[in-house]
């Protein structure tokens, strides 16, 4: 565990990493006190079968130091184990809290490689269409742009999965504890997590080539780079929360009367 937590919660990646352990931790403890009177323990053969596949391969992930593969069967390994120990009725009711607390371990870099790629791109094609139409001198090749005398590559980092991970586990928590009893509109906000995400750091990205402009690359690089990042996160997790307050009254004058009458 101290392994996958120093590869994983030192970065960017892994930086909500602490937040989603506590919250989900919490949530769990306080779901468990309404639950724990049907616990019973499960049948023993499913849970040394799932124990025997998962062991090993989790040996496996150790030796080769495959950080995401080994915390992902490290997590399933502790679920089957609470599994036996309390049996899959109670594991149905805390279903959210058991999923919530997986975004503690970051994405295969297989799933990123893939996801980032368009991802970089757009953000490319988009910041450069945007600045042009602004007047400035900007072009670009792929993931490369061209504004000046310098050359900005959009990294992974840039590409907006990360915040769109934390945003994810953030809101969702959030979701869940305001929306928990009214899964439609819930599931409309989450359908807005991913957009809101993409536009934050379509911005977060125009400050930076703004920055490298006017300011020199130095300071676009610098400690401005990092707290780019963090305002534009910050901006968007406000989004979610101001989308819930615009959207709820309308849900509930025009599909509220709706749930209430098929209650």
Known sequence: MMFVVRQSWTGEEGAHGPIVLVTGLW???RQWKETKEIATPAPSTSVWVLLAILVPLEIFARITQIVELEGYLMYFTLLVVLYSLVGLEVMKRLWFPLFYLAFIFPPP????AVVTVPMKMWLSEAAIWFLSLLGYPIGGEGVRIYIGQY???VAAACSGINSIISLSAISLFYIYMRHQARWQYALLLVL???PVALVANFFRVLILILLTYHAGEAAAQGFLHNFAGILMFGIALISIFALDTLLKPVWDRY???TERAAA
């Not at 870099?109 to 990123?112: A, K, L, R, Y």
């Open 27 to 29: 949530l769990l403890f």
């Open 109 to 112: 870099d297989t799933f990123v």
């Open 151 to 153: 050359e900005l590559l």
């Open 192 to 194: 807005f997590i991913i």
């Open 255 to 257: 599909v509220g009367k």
